[in-house]
């Protein structure tokens, strides 16, 4: 069994959404940020790999005020999945995020954060079709 139990994974799974959806509500991304290790690594695939806290505010700081990152002001998650690892890790997944310019596109986004404990992640990575955005993009 890993280290966190489900109810520990439950509440920092649950932070990190109401704190995203926040950060995308009022477009300061250090709360949400903060939320990493400072030595955590971020691997978002068309934009690359991150390492620590300050790169990460960096990029999501700079990408969500951008056109259409901007009009995301909100991630509902349509379903997670928590696992613990037999070395004693955890991992946190959420699937299908939608936003209000996304809504419609099911299973658009894949994220997949592990958790560290004292409500912290080591690591995400994010994995989506970037061909799911065309219909956004066009319109």
């Given amino acids: 069994m890993g280290k966190w139990d489900r109810a520990e994974l439950?509440?920092?799974?649950d932070r990190f959404i109401a704190v995203a959806d926040?950060?995308?509500?009022?477009g300061d991304w250090r709360p949400w940020a903060e939320m990493f290790t400072?030595?955590?690594e971020y691997i978002e695939h068309?934009?690359?790999k991150f390492h620590g806290r300050a790169e990460i505010l960096t990029w999501i700081s700079a990408t969500m005020a951008e056109w259409p990152n901007n009009e995301m002001t909100m991630f509902r998650t349509t379903g997670a999945c928590a696992t613990r690892t037999a070395a004693g890790g955890s991992a946190r997944s959420r699937t299908g995020s939608t936003t209000p310019v996304t809504a419609g596109l099911p299973g658009l986004?894949?994220?997949?954060p592990h958790y560290?404990?004292?409500?912290?992640f080591s690591s995400e990575e994010d994995?989506?079709?970037p061909g799911h955005l065309?219909?956004?993009?066009?319109?």
Avoid at 109 to 112: K, P, T, V
């Fill in 127 to 129: 994995v989506y079709n």
């Fill in 22 to 26: 926040e950060s995308a509500a009022n």
């Fill in 134 to 139: 065309r219909p956004v993009v066009k319109a």
């Fill in 116 to 120: 560290a404990g004292a409500m912290q």
């Fill in 109 to 112: 986004q894949h994220h997949h």
């Fill in 38 to 40: 400072p030595d955590a």
């Fill in 10 to 13: 439950q509440e920092a799974h």
């Fill in 46 to 48: 068309h934009y690359g």
